[in-house]
């Protein structure tokens, strides 16, 4: 950390030397920031003054300045719901981060010259927003810029600093301005590049600048900013002046909070130096606090060896409230209060953010990319060389979570299976993006994070693979000297890589730059067969490849067959693995080449079959014990699971399973999952063909990535007070991208029980297609929207009803083909703040009544749900949700519905009264009693984070046989709602208990418990 006085730094910097917090080149073209920021936290803002000195070092003169200032962005017309969803696939309320007012940016004044705040002598220049990017203003200089040429401006200016999480602004005790001030955007030959603000990734693309200059917080405050602290000066009325060491970055953050504690340690780097690394965080959050300080000290100097010399002599890590888990600056990192709260046992993933986000130090910040249109070249290469680092420390796939002995049987998260979950259903649904495009052209994370980071960092992998370990490491310090704070584009690194390797590799890169990155195609390899040739005469092994003891014996012939059946022929290797866990040694080189190919070493041939089929021929020392294509996993492969000889699949037999066993998640990606043991289910949604209840019991299942979940199972019904037995299964993207096959079977083999009557053996299932228009990013509710074509049988599962209209008649069985349709936007989905919910369904097939008839059944839902309006204070907060529900059904003499249970009308069970035609109105508000609480259990692998008190009327009436039975019910009930994390930030649900009782029939007060609110 530097203690130097503000005017050496001014000299420093004014003469062109590099600067001591970057032992790196530093181009003396940059543009120079001299900031002084005053976080006027009292008043919710932050005001500023900085002086701007640019050199164009383009051939194109210039009479305009473009400065890039995101403050300005508000979000446009119609665009919160990309928004609130965004946050959701984040696991964050909606209304914890946007501010629709927006706007948050105010320019008072920009002068020509340097200005000191005092004296305004300087000439005040015209400025405008550009058209088509609300975030980008142009400074009218009144005259040419040349080449060479420099030019100084003065920006005053505000930034109002909402009580949101995000970039600016500032939750529970922590403030933050972050990717904020004014900056210079990108200039070149080919003009000015200014690129607009997106609020859900980093479209930065601007030049690194040199920094100088004060920050004024209340004096209680605890500052992380980019630079080292260099001085710090009490000043009147509470308050205190930080001046900052100079500085080189590509922005410059500032954060501070009062309730910050400062955790230090040092790290020692391959050039000599010792590295300060500063963590400000909460005092509750001391230990990943040291963690991460831990994990910073061991990525380092590993990224050093591979990149070159780390630009700072200090480091820092800051604690906030930004709902990305973690995010790069110049010189810090963010990591999301969410993040330090997550359970001690799962260090594996803050291990792999953290790295992730302080590799960024090289690949964004040293070397800038254009993060709006190349956002791989950064995230892609963070990613690969984060996956690398944590492949040299754990070996591939380890585990996020380290359970305690005893508990390992408990689902776990693996990090290949984490990166792999969302490229897979990409891949699978048919939309899986190139890695370079516009931000907006990826449509929303998921789409981001599978080009840009996971076929981006794929990308990488794949040109170390064309280089070789050494010569990709060589290329890349070279690279990143070259670049060293200034701008690479993806042309660059084509140009860089044909340079290095030779002009007469240039049509190939050409070719791999076109598929890999701008193009969609994969490869798919597979092994098809594997022989052991009877036939073929005993071969010798040469002296060099002889059986372990040293001894010459006769060799195993081994022949395989390959295929390779999708767009790019990328060449790969076909490993043999002798003993396990040895790293298949023996590799042989196949595609894209038809020709024939003979190598000496171990007798190998390579015989091309037609396009896409080779036979390998090799002899081994002995029998194999795998045969694997492209066995470190280095390309895009559609499928892994077809890449090896011997598929086997992952068994876990466990003592308690539920529906988190089943997910992209917590299986391997290339292999069946299957998973045995007692089993609880519960279902947080309605299907119309009939319902699945919570079922505790024993189940088998059967889990692959985005190809099946299924199972059989026996267990006890609570709802139904019965014991089934059943099967269930979901065909993904079969037989289109976008569609779904599946079924479900059950026999009740027990009960009902518990003074209630019904069919003592009673049986359903269905089978259904589903189109899937928009898919939900929860990992146990249903797509947001969809369409279900389905074909149902069932017996009467309903208790028999207390009360009868004259002349109903309860159906032994019906048997109906229907179609479906919902759509899903509420916000979030496990405690909406705002949305509503459509159902409709049409159902038409026979029924056994008094005889076997035909009936044709409807059934439609609308609900919604909305907060009431900022402003309000505490009752900001209150929710106010409704649903209605009307559903009948011919013949009307059937009863085949009950008006009843814990999701329709709450005053009543499933017997009180049963009909053919029904209708429901329930209100409800909710109220919050306890909000942001950090009540965690089990080492933070649950934590409560929000309590509601839901009060409600649900109002109703069913008929059978063209008459009211028992006339309309009004119930009145509380509830209350508890809104879960899993795992911090992993998964959310609100789990829900209710009371009701109808005030209009003697009938008892009804307890119900489920998961996610009943509309």
């Known amino acids: 950390m530097f203690r130097i006085g503000a005017t050496i730094l001014a000299t420093i910097f004014s003469a062109?030397?590099?600067?001591?917090?970057?032992?790196?080149?530093?181009?003396?073209?940059?543009?120079?920031?001299?900031?002084?920021?005053?976080?006027?936290?009292?008043?919710?803002?932050?005001?500023?003054?900085?002086?701007?000195?640019?050199?164009?070092?383009?051939?194109?003169?210039?009479?305009?300045?473009?400065?890039?200032?995101?403050?300005?962005?508000?979000?446009?017309?119609?665009?919160?719901?990309?928004?609130?969803?965004?946050?959701?696939?984040?696991?964050?309320?909606?209304?914890?981060?946007?501010?629709?007012?927006?706007?948050?940016?105010?320019?008072?004044?920009i002068y020509a010259g340097a200005v000191d705040g005092k004296n305004h002598t300087g000439t005040g220049l015209r400025y405008r927003v550009r058209e088509n990017n609300q975030?980008?203003?142009?400074?009218?200089?009144?005259?040419?810029?040349?080449?060479?040429?420099?030019?100084?401006?003065?920006?005053?200016?505000?930034?109002?600093?909402?009580?949101?999480?995000?970039?600016?602004?500032?939750?529970?005790?922590?403030?933050?301005?972050?990717?904020?001030?004014?900056?210079?955007?990108?200039?070149?030959?080919?003009?000015?590049?200014?690129?607009?603000?997106?609020?859900?990734?980093?479209?930065?693309?601007?030049?690194?600048?040199?920094?100088?200059?004060?920050?004024?917080?209340?004096?209680?405050?605890?500052?992380?900013?980019?630079?080292?602290l260099a001085s710090e000066t009490p000043l009147p009325g509470g308050w205190k002046q930080i001046t900052i060491a100079p500085f080189v970055g590509r922005d410059f953050a500032i954060l501070c909070s009062a309730d910050y504690q400062e955790f230090k340690t040092s790290v020692h780097v391959p050039d000599g130096r010792d590295i300060t690394l500063?963590?400000?965080?909460?005092?509750?959050?001391?230990?990943?606090?040291?963690?991460?300080?831990?994990?910073?000290?061991?990525?380092?100097?590993?990224?050093?060896?591979?990149?070159?010399?780390?630009?700072?002599?200090?480091?820092?890590?800051?604690?906030?409230?930004?709902?990305?888990?973690?995010?790069?600056?110049?010189?810090?990192?963010?990591?999301?209060?969410?993040?330090?709260?997550?359970?001690?046992?799962?260090?594996?993933?803050?291990?792999?953010?953290?790295s992730h986000e302080t590799c960024h130090q090289w690949w964004y910040d040293q070397v800038g990319t254009n993060g709006y249109s190349e956002t791989f070249m950064d995230e892609g290469a963070a990613t690969y060389f984060t996956h690398r680092l944590l492949d040299c420390k754990h070996g591939k796939n380890n585990p996020f979570l380290n359970w305690p002995d005893g508990l390992k049987w408990l689902p776990n998260i693996n990090r290949e299976n984490y990166r792999y979950a969302s490229l897979y259903g990409a891949i699978r649904r048919g939309d899986a993006p190139p890695a370079a495009g516009d931000l907006p052209e990826f449509g929303h994370l998921i789409g981001l994070f599978s080009g840009a980071y996971d076929r981006g960092s794929k990308v990488f992998g794949m040109i170390e693979n064309r280089l070789g370990e050494d010569a990709f490491f060589d290329f890349n310090r070279a690279l990143v000297k070259k670049y060293s704070f200034g701008m690479l584009q993806a042309r660059d690194l084509k140009r860089e890589l044909i340079a290095y390797t030779g002009p007469q590799t240039a049509a190939a890169w050409d070719d791999f730059f076109e598929k890999w990155v701008y193009g969609r195609g994969l490869t798919d390899w597979s092994v098809d067969k594997v022989r052991f040739p009877a036939r073929d005469p005993p071969r010798q092994l040469r002296p060099e490849i002889l059986a372990p003891a040293g001894n010459p014996t006769n060799g195993v012939r081994v022949e395989v067959q390959v295929s390779q059946?999708?767009?790019?022929?990328?060449?790969?290797?076909?490993?043999?693995?002798?003993?396990?866990?040895?790293?298949?040694?023996?590799?042989?080189?196949?595609?894209?080449?038809?020709?024939?190919?003979?190598?000496?070493?171990?007798?190998?041939?390579?015989?091309?079959?037609?396009?896409?089929?080779?036979?390998v021929r090799v002899t081994l020392p002995s029998r194999p014990t795998q045969i694997s294509i492209d066995p470190d996993r280095v390309l895009l492969d559609a499928n892994p699971g077809d890449n090896q000889w011997i598929r086997t699949p992952r068994v876990d037999i466990v003592p308690l399973s539920d529906m988190l066993n089943e997910t992209d998640l917590t299986s391997d990606y290339d292999r069946w999952n299957i998973t045995a043991g007692p089993w609880i289910y519960g279902n947080s949604y309605y299907d119309p063909w009939y319902t699945r209840t919570t079922t505790a019991g024993a189940r088998i299942g059967a889990y692959r990535t985005q190809e099946y979940n299924g199972g059989l199972y026996v267990g006890y019904r609570p709802d139904y007070q019965d014991v089934v037995v059943g099967t269930d299964g979901l065909f993904d993207h079969i037989p289109f991208p976008r569609t779904q096959i599946g079924y479900n079977f059950e026999q009740r083999v027990g009960g009902p029980f518990v003074n209630t009557n019904g069919e003592q053996s009673a049986t359903r299932g269905v089978v259904f297609g589903r189109y899937i228009l928009n898919y939900s990013s929860s990992l146990y509710l249903p797509p947001v929207s969809y369409v279900?074509?389905?074909?149902?049988?069932?017996?009467?599962?309903?208790?028999?009803?207390?009360?009868?209209?004259?002349?109903?008649?309860?159906?032994?069985?019906?048997?109906?083909?229907?179609?479906?349709?919902?759509?899903?936007?509420?916000?979030?989905?496990?405690?909406?703040?705002?949305?509503?919910?459509?159902?409709?369904?049409?159902?038409?097939?026979?029924?056994?009544?008094?005889?076997?008839?035909?009936?044709h059944q409807l059934r439609g839902e609308l609900a919604g749900v909305h907060k009431l309006p900022d402003g309000l204070g505490f009752w900001s907060d209150v929710k106010l949700a409704g649903r209605v529900v009307a559903q009948g059904a011919v013949p009307d003499k059937g009863e085949f519905y009950a008006l009843g249970g814990s999701n329709l009308f709450r005053g009543f069970d499933l017997a009180e009264r049963q009909g053919s035609a029904l209708w429901v109105a329930n209100a409800e508000v909710r109220v919050p009693i306890l909000r942001d609480m950090h009540a965690n259990f089990l080492d933070s692998t649950v934590g409560a984070r929000n309590l509601t008190l839901a009060g409600f009327y649900d109002?109703?009436?069913?008929?059978?046989?063209?008459?009211?039975?028992?006339?309309?019910?009004?119930?009145?009930?509380?509830?209350?709602?508890?809104?879960?994390?899993?795992?911090?930030?992993?998964?959310?649900?609100?789990?829900?208990?209710?009371?009701?009782?109808?005030?209009?029939?003697?009938?008892?007060v009804q307890f119900w418990f489920g998961v996610q609110h009943p509309f």
């Open 135 to 228: 975030t980008s203003l142009a400074v009218e200089l009144g005259r040419p810029v040349g080449p060479g040429e420099s030019i100084t401006v003065t920006v005053e200016g505000s930034i109002r600093l909402p009580n949101k999480q995000g970039r600016w602004g500032h939750w529970a005790g922590i403030t933050y301005l972050t990717n904020a001030l004014p900056v210079v955007a990108y200039y070149d030959d080919g003009g000015w590049h200014d690129a607009p603000f997106i609020p859900w990734h980093q479209p930065f693309w601007n030049e690194a600048g040199k920094y100088t200059g004060t920050i004024v917080v209340p004096d209680a405050q605890k500052v992380a900013c980019s630079a080292g």
């Open 955 to 1004: 109002v109703g009436n069913i008929y059978a046989n063209g008459q009211s039975v028992n006339g309309t019910a009004h119930a009145l009930g509380v509830g209350f709602r508890l809104d879960m994390a899993v795992f911090s930030f992993i998964e959310r649900a609100t789990l829900r208990f209710d009371i009701a009782k109808t005030i209009n029939a003697a009938t008892p």
């Open 788 to 855: 279900d074509l389905y074909t149902e049988y069932q017996d009467n599962f309903l208790p028999y009803a207390r009360n009868n209209a004259a002349g109903a008649i309860r159906p032994d069985w019906s048997q109906l083909t229907g179609l479906h349709y919902r759509l899903n936007l509420y916000t979030p989905y496990w405690d909406p703040e705002r949305g509503f919910w459509v159902d409709l369904f049409y159902g038409g097939g026979v029924a056994q009544l008094d005889s076997r008839q035909t009936t």
């Open 565 to 615: 059946r999708r767009e790019i022929d990328e060449p790969t290797v076909v490993g043999f693995q002798l003993a396990p866990g040895d790293g298949f040694p023996v590799r042989i080189p196949i595609g894209p080449s038809q020709e024939p190919m003979r190598g000496a070493e171990y007798d190998a041939e390579v015989v091309p079959n037609g396009p896409g089929r080779w036979t």
């Open 278 to 354: 500063r963590c400000l965080a909460l005092p509750r959050h001391e230990f990943y606090a040291n963690e991460i300080l831990r994990i910073v000290g061991e990525a380092i100097p590993t990224y050093c060896k591979w990149f070159g010399p780390f630009p700072y002599d200090q480091f820092t890590i800051a604690e906030s409230y930004f709902g990305w888990n973690g995010n790069e600056c110049a010189g810090l990192v963010m990591i999301d209060e969410r993040v330090f709260d997550m359970p001690k046992l799962a260090v594996g993933y803050v291990e792999y953010l953290v």
């Open 16 to 109: 062109g030397a590099a600067v001591a917090t970057a032992p790196v080149p530093v181009p003396d073209y940059l543009p120079r920031y001299d900031l002084h920021v005053v976080m006027d936290l009292p008043q919710e803002k932050a005001t500023f003054r900085q002086t701007i000195t640019w050199t164009n070092h383009s051939q194109l003169p210039t009479d305009i300045l473009v400065l890039n200032f995101y403050p300005l962005y508000r979000i446009p017309p119609g665009g919160d719901l990309l928004f609130a969803k965004t946050l959701e696939l984040l696991r964050l309320s909606p209304n914890a981060g946007i501010d629709k007012e927006g706007h948050h940016g105010n320019i008072d004044a």
